[in-house]
């Protein structure tokens, strides 16, 4: 059950944002915002936020950020990675 939970509030999360950004290309729509996008794209992992919160499994919320945030590289690779962004 919480899997199709996910999917929907990522589907509708993420369409939230992204419809008045194609409304607005359109001519539907009166103003367009850099939050939409943002919405749009976050869509999925507020989805998952969501998901835990309304399953009542708080604790494993970090989980979801804790790869995000692991860096797993030798000095050579994180050398040329940020020589290459710069």
Do not use: K, N
Request: hydrophobic fraction near 60%; charged fraction near 15%; proline fraction near 6%.
């Amino acid at each position: 059950m919480a899997l199709v939970v996910f999917y929907v509030l990522a589907f509708v999360l993420s369409w939230l944002g992204w419809m008045p950004q194609l409304l607005y290309a359109q001519g539907s729509f009166p103003f367009d915002s850099p939050l939409f996008a943002l919405l749009g794209g976050a869509g999925p992992t507020l989805a998952a936020v969501l998901t835990l919160l309304l399953f009542r499994e708080r604790a494993r919320i970090p989980e979801l950020f804790r790869a995000v945030f692991r860096f797993r590289a030798d000095g050579v690779s994180a050398l040329v990675s940020l020589g290459y962004f710069r």
